[in-house]
Nanobody
Framework: QVQLVESGGGLVQAGGSLRLSCAASGRTFSNYAMGWFRQAPGKEREFVATISWGGGNTRYPDSVKGRFTISRDNAKNTVYLQMNSLKPEDTAVYYC????????????????WGQGTQVTVSS
């Protein structure tokens, strides 16, 4: 089992930055891949970034590539999402998630989810 708690969301103007954090507990954090996902009102949940268990592999969709950076601190059992050059279309609830199996590269499946944190980008 994994418990995940996100923090760091808020209201920011377009062009600004936010850093989200996700604290994990339960399974040995350094053993599994992590991801960030988001869901805007009326839209399906989409992946934003993933990072492998060792941190050496990261993935982003084109919509955030070059603006968002995922990282992890295994000593603190925490994964981060640095979001720069934010756009109004980045407005969503952001969720962190943990991959089900150990030693994955972040392709899923993700079976453990946090409660989400709201990010609102004003124009």
């Amino acid at each position: 089992q994994v418990q995940l708690v996100e923090s760091g969301g808020g209201l920011v103007q377009a062009g600004g930055s936010l850093r989200l954090s996700c604290a994990a507990s339960g399974r040995t954090f350094s053993n599994y891949a992590m991801g960030w996902f988001r869901q805007a009102p009326g839209k399906e949940r989409e992946f934003v970034a993933t990072i492998s268990w060792g941190g050496g592999n990261t993935r982003y969709p084109d919509s955030v590539k070059g603006r968002f950076t995922i990282s992890r601190d295994n000593a603190k059992n925490t994964v981060y999402l640095q979001m720069n050059s934010l756009k109004p279309e980045d407005t969503a609830v952001y969720y962190c998630a943990a991959e089900s199996e150990n030693y994955g590269k972040g392709y899923g499946p993700f079976d453990y989810w946090g409660q989400g944190t709201q990010v609102t980008v004003s124009s």
